[in-house]
T-cell receptor, first 115, second 114 residues
Framework: DGGITQSPKYLFRKEGQNVTLSCEQN?????MYWYRQDPGQGLRLIYY???????QKGDIAEGYSVSREKKESFPLTVTSAQKNPTAFYLC??????????????FGPGTRLLVL | AQSVAQPEDQVNVAEGNPLTVKCTYSVSGNPYLFWYVQYPNRGLQFLLK??????LVKGSYGFEAEFNKSQTSFHLKKPSALVSDSALYFCAVRDMRRDNDMRFGAGTRLTVKP
């Protein structure tokens, strides 16, 4: 999982609660990504960020928010507006994908469960 | 928009036999193609990628993949499977003309039996 850490490993959310998932990388990568993984559906992109203080919505951004105040960090907040948050969340990073051939490297993931 | 299909949810092979995990793609431009492996409750690990050049790409742990433009396929192969290869495998594609839009297949679970 080289150089990308995610915490916590497991997270429990109560109804109506916002929770924040941490993602940190020490690879000096410019771009960072958040994906959601559900069984049988592969990975779906939530948000991505190419540089500090800038981020873009992915395919399923509703109910989520992010920030990118530092190059190394890209936290994801699952808000109460996300009605089906139970999933495995994966953070990834890559060098700035100017030509789209850069490999994305993934963290170990956070499993979010609703109480 | 680009898309990826992994037609098999599950592939079972005996240890020592060759394995193939299938992937087909659809893009409007030229593709960048990737294979990742995921072990239980872990993130994805990069195996190999095709950008340009030789159609046969060699990657980690003895895996290789063949890019076939006419069949729009990028099947993952290994000559001799190991029990430790048992995992979930994902194919992914990027259209070289679109920024940050990597599409993943639904995954194929490979089980190698001793």
């Amino acid at each position: 999982d080289g150089g990308i850490t995610q915490s916590p490993k497991y997270l429990f959310r109560k109804e109506g609660q916002n929770v924040t998932l941490s993602c940190e990388q020490n690879l000096n990568h410019d771009a960072m990504y958040w994906y959601r993984q559900d069984p049988g559906q592969g990975l779906r992109l939530i948000y991505y960020s190419q540089i500090v203080n800038d981020f873009q919505k992915g395919d399923i951004a509703e109910g989520y928010s992010v920030s990118r105040e530092k190059k190394e960090s890209f936290p994801l907040t699952v808000t109460s507006a996300q009605k089906n948050p139970t999933a495995f969340y994966l953070c990834a990073s890559s060098t700035f994908p100017t030509v789209n051939q850069e490999t994305q490297y993934f963290g170990p993931g956070t499993r979010l469960l609703v109480l | 928009a680009q898309s990826v299909a992994q037609p098999e949810d599950q592939v079972n092979v005996a240890e020592g036999n060759p394995l193939t995990v299938k992937c087909t793609y659809s893009v409007s431009g030229n593709p960048y193609l990737f294979w990742y492996v995921q072990y239980p409750n872990r993130g994805l690990q990069f195996l190999l990628k095709y950008i340009t050049g030789d159609n046969l790409v060699k990657g980690s742990y003895g895996f290789e993949a063949e890019f076939n433009k006419s069949q729009t396929s990028f099947h993952l192969k290994k000559p001799s499977a190991l029990v430790s290869d048992s995992a979930l495998y994902f194919c992914a594609v990027r259209d070289m003309r679109r920024d940050n839009d990597m599409r993943f297949g639904a995954g194929t679970r490979l089980t190698v039996k001793p």
